[in-house]
């Protein structure tokens, strides 16, 4: 796919949520022994993640960011055109939750809804579809509403996933206005190696049953998962992203003529501190200019780019800034964009 580029279409407001239960990975009482976790825990990172209990999901968390979004900017409701949710743990598997979010938000019956199930590089793929909704004409403002509950998908016995995910809910206010200026994406996608990050059963090709959902040691290293957990291979996943994050990464440059000194952030898909220590240092990105909410929030999949500069980036958006997002995960699929953003309304991270 070529580069898409646009033009005064931006992001006006951001406000995130996530749930108050804390897990303190070093002290967290699993399968393993103390010095398994310990292991695991300094290599990816993660010291804490937040965690849903059962009655919250990811729409409770999305509805939370957007409420406290749209409070505090004002924004009339009837005036949003466009609402986009942005989950790979829906509500249910039929309706739609994003039809949901519109009744619940009281937004109006006119808004047109759209669900997009994708996992880490899907805030970027939102974007587009918001900026490219705008850029038609019939758009006006869109709510993009991006949440997971990873916390509920994988084992926590299964020392590949168990220490590293972490839920989130997300709001951001897509308009028109020139401030923004041009913002160009660049979206991939693989489907050859989609057997690297699979929940392999639970969906209409191998549909649930009493032996999908028996949990099974798996390996030789003793990981226990059923079949309707997620799976990941780590170091697979890893090659790919530092042989093709790169590659994409300096690909957006050169078509948009920016350079690394013109960027003023690099939000990078908070997949483990590992990997993303590896592409700083490959990419040769000054550190200070990478912001991190992997220690405390884990890997919240599609929420993590917009969690980390809600988190991070508070009061550091009010003059205008130029940020590149890079986003990379289940699909397989990746993605980089640069952004502009400017007198950009973000709010305190709201726990729910």
């Not at 992203?241 to 690099?266: A, M, T, W």
């Not at 993590?304 to 500069?309: A, D, E």
Request: proline fraction near 3%.
């Amino acid at each position: 796919m070529d580069v898409l580029s646009f033009h005064n279409v931006g992001i006006s407001g951001m406000a995130a949520a996530v749930p108050k239960g804390i897990i303190d990975n070093y002290n967290y009482d699993l399968y393993f022994t103390r010095e398994e976790i310990k292991e695991v825990v300094d290599k990816i990172g993660v010291k804490e993640r937040r965690i849903a209990d059962e009655k919250i999901c990811s729409s409770d968390l999305c509805f939370a960011a957007a409420e406290k979004l749209l409070a505090e900017t004002n924004v009339n409701r009837d005036e949003i055109d466009l609402l986009i949710f942005i989950s790979q743990t829906p509500d249910y598997r039929m309706p739609a939750t994003s039809v949901l979010l519109q009744d619940r938000l009281k937004l109006p019956t006119s808004t047109m809804t759209l669900d997009i199930n994708l996992g880490c590089s899907a805030f970027l793929y939102g974007l587009v579809v918001a900026y490219s909704m705008i850029a038609s004409g019939g758009i006006h403002k869109v709510l993009i509403v991006d949440g997971e509950s990873r916390s509920n998908v994988y084992s926590l016995n299964d020392r590949k996933t168990g220490f590293l995910f972490g839920d989130g809910g997300l709001s951001a206010l897509i308009e028109r206005g020139e401030k923004f200026g041009s913002s160009w994406f660049s979206l991939n996608s693989d489907g050859s190696r989609e057997s690297l990050i699979k929940i392999p059963a639970g969906g209409y090709r191998k549909m649930s049953s009493c032996e999908t959902v028996a949990e099974k040691v798996v390996d030789q290293y003793g990981n226990i998962r059923s079949e309707e957990q997620g799976y990941m291979n780590g170091a697979d996943v890893f090659n790919f992203v530092i042989h093709e994050v790169p590659r994409d990464f300096n690909k957006l440059l050169n078509c948009s003529g920016v350079g690394i000194q013109d960027i003023d952030y690099f939000i990078f898909h908070q997949a483990n501190s590992y990997i993303n220590s590896y592409l700083a240092k490959k990419l040769k990105l000054p550190e200070d200019k990478i912001p991190s909410t992997i220690a405390k929030f884990g890997n919240t999949s599609s929420v993590s780019i917009p969690l980390t500069i809600v988190s991070e980036l508070r009061n550091k958006l009010v003059n205008h800034k130029r940020l590149l997002l890079s986003g990379f995960g289940v699909g397989l699929t990746w993605g980089t964009a640069i952004i502009d953003v400017e007198n950009c309304y973000i709010g305190e991270v709201v726990e729910i």
